[in-house]
């Protein structure tokens, strides 16, 4: 079968694009992470000791991330919701008011001596805040943009190789590689679409993980375009493989936010640490800055670690019966622990357990996450370690 050159090399000229344009994307997403206020500023000790411990903590008026709460005492209206409270936000509080009563005389003094002049600066302040804000959500927004930028040039890549080859785009690992990526990209902006931005904190450890695997499958993966193996050249192809590619894309989503889960609950170990009065407030706590700042509560990461799972776990259902319907159709038998099909069922099985003993033992936090990565980590295995160092009757890599 002649393989259309231009279309070939149009595909891979476009994958190229599509990884600078991820990583222009990644570095703004970047950018209005660590300038932005998504998880807020801790106010100085002086300033809280205006609100009040008991302001502080009381129902209700838990800041919506931890150190939301502002010299005046409001929450900052970007992360004001109360669905997405942090638990840890009341225990820095609490330590905070602790230490606002022990400076209080001395910060008294300072702000007296200071007189309007520490006034007019409040102002300042207060007033050239909206537009530094403005401009930090600007980045992001060009961020997004960028990124719909580099998932139209991915499409493009996709579609332009399975045209030059007169086949589906999915025959090989780095095809498959790339066609993951689309998918946790996809994954990203739908998430983005349904939310109204609310998630655009996540855009940087979606694209680092994203730009690194296109950068690994257009290296070590790399294939020219090429017709399929004899073996792949069934309809199922578009079937079993498409449902095994849609969903570890998505587990790829699910994996990013179950690290980020565990290390805010590391971080929000800390703090309770702190309120109780086991440990003393580290600078990060005090100052603007630091990734755990920025990100929403645990509670809220494990959450949306469970119902991204919630979603893919169907779909690798549909992957693993449909490849046993296919494997009768090739090799006369449904099932025959080949490595591919065993390491399938044990990521499945792992999957399966994640969502079981959320819903049954009520498991959440470190152990449901231990779980969801050691799904992940099944599925990499299924993926590489079987593809590239395992023989079996699925070594279709097509990499030498």
């Known amino acids: 079968m002649s393989v259309n050159s231009g279309l070939a090399a149009l595909s891979d000229h476009l994958l190229g694009v599509t990884m600078a344009v991820y990583a222009l994307a990644m570095l703004g997403y970047a950018a209005e992470f660590a300038f932005s206020r998504f998880g807020g500023t801790i106010a100085a000790p002086a300033a809280m000791s205006s609100v009040g411990a008991a302001q502080l903590t009381a129902p209700g008026r838990v800041p919506a991330m ?46 007296a001596m200071a007189g309007g ?18 401009r930090v959500r600007w980045l992001g927004r060009i961020a997004v ?10 499409v493009g890549s996709v579609t332009a190789r399975g045209l030059a080859a007169d086949r589906v ?32 904190w996540l855009g940087v450890f979606v694209m680092f993980p994203v730009v690194l695997y296109l950068g690994f499958a257009g290296t070590v993966l790399y294939v020219a375009v090429g017709p ?18 849609v ?20 971080w929000e170990n800390k703090l309770a640490a702190v309120a109780a009065g086991r440990a003393d407030a580290f600078a990060a706590m005090r100052k603007r800055g630091g990734i755990m700042l920025r990100l929403p509560s645990a509670a809220v990461l494990d959450r949306i670690t469970y119902r991204v799972i919630g979603l893919a776990f169907p779909i690798w259902t549909f992957a693993v019966i449909a490849g046993a319907i296919w494997a009768e159709a090739a090799w006369g038998r449904y099932w025959g622990w080949d490595p591919k099909e065993t390491w399938s069922f044990i990521t499945w099985v792992i999957y399966a357990a994640y969502l079981h003993a959320r819903a049954t033992a009520g498991w959440k936090g470190s152990r449901a996450a231990s779980i969801s990565l050691l799904g992940f980590s099944a599925l990499f295995i299924d993926y590489y370690l079987v593809n590239l160092v395992i023989s079996g009757l699925h070594s279709y890599a097509g990499v030498e």
């Open 247 to 266: 969903a570890s894309g998505v587990f790829m989503v699910s994996a990013v936010t179950t690290v980020l889960y565990l290390l805010k609950d590391r």
């Open 66 to 111: 931890a150190g939301a709460v502002t010299a005046g005492g409001a929450v900052h209206p970007a992360v004001a919701d109360p669905a997405a409270t942090d638990p840890a936000a009341e225990a820095l509080a609490a330590a905070a008011a602790r230490d606002a009563d022990r400076v209080a005389e001395r910060t008294a003094a300072a702000a």
């Open 169 to 200: 785009p999915w025959g090989n690992m780095y095809e498959f590689s790339s066609m993951i990526t689309l998918v946790a990209v996809s994954t990203y902006l739908a998430m983005l679409a349904r939310t109204r931005a609310r998630v655009r």
């Open 228 to 245: 399929l193996v004899p073996a792949l050249n069934s309809y199922w192809l578009k079937i079993h493989v498409v449902a095994a590619i």
């Open 117 to 134: 002049r520490d006034g007019a600066g409040a102002g300042a302040g207060a007033g050239g805040e909206p537009p530094v804000t403005a």
């Open 145 to 154: 943009a960028l990124t719909l930028l580099g998932w139209l040039a991915h």
